[in-house]
């Protein structure tokens, strides 16, 4: 006998629902073409992403077997609502500090404390993971999309000089 857990099959609802109104505002901001693509492109192919892989959960859920009668809990530890709360509650303040810190100092701070707090890992690991996310970030937005991030405490010039 098939089991609908009627919590997946809702939440691919509202996913779906979530990429056709992400589709239909960048639609409106203007698609652009590949070759010169519009501020809505992005958004576009991310709404479109979301709603097909929504659709295939939702698909999946209605066609496939559970394997047992009673769904699992909504939060399966103790500490998940904590740690909910704390990822949550530091991307609020990354987001009330990212231009009076700047992009560096923001985003390293952000996962250094994300990855010590919500899944703790080492030190040295923390450090390493938080240190190669902003580097990236800064290749990505500021180098190759040309991006104007906010400089905050550190310069990009000298961490330009650190990377070339």
Same mark, same amino acid.
């Given at each position: #006998?098939?089991?609908?857990?009627? !919590?997946?099959?809702?939440?691919?609802?509202?996913?779906?629902?979530?990429?056709?109104?992400?589709?239909?505002?960048?639609? #409106?901001?203007?698609?652009?073409?590949? +070759?010169?693509?519009g501020g809505g492109f992005v958004p576009f192919l991310i709404g479109v992403v979301l709603t097909l892989l929504s659709l295939t959960f939702l698909i999946q859920r209605i066609q496939g077997k559970t394997s047992s009668k009673k769904p699992p809990p909504f939060w399966p530890e103790? !500490?998940?609502?904590?740690?909910?709360a704390y990822?949550?509650? +530091?991307?609020l303040v990354y987001v009330l500090v990212f231009e009076w810190m700047g992009f560096a100092v923001a985003t390293f701070?952000?996962?250094?404390?994300?990855? @010590?707090t919500i899944?703790?890992?080492?030190? !040295?690991?923390a450090l390493f993971w938080s240190f190669i996310v902003t580097i990236i970030g800064f290749l990505l937005?500021?180098?190759?999309? @040309?991006a104007q991030l906010p400089e905050g405490w550190v310069s990009w010039w000298s961490i330009s000089r650190w990377i070339f």
């Open positions: #006998m098939k089991v609908l857990n009627i !919590r997946e099959f809702l939440s691919a609802i509202f996913l779906g629902i979530i990429g056709i109104v992400l589709c239909i505002g960048a639609y #409106m901001a203007g698609l652009g073409s590949v +070759a010169n693509p103790k !500490r998940s609502k904590v740690r909910v990822t949550l509650g +530091a991307i701070g952000l996962f250094l404390f994300l990855l @010590k899944d703790p890992v080492k030190w !040295r690991s937005f500021q180098v190759f999309l @040309k």
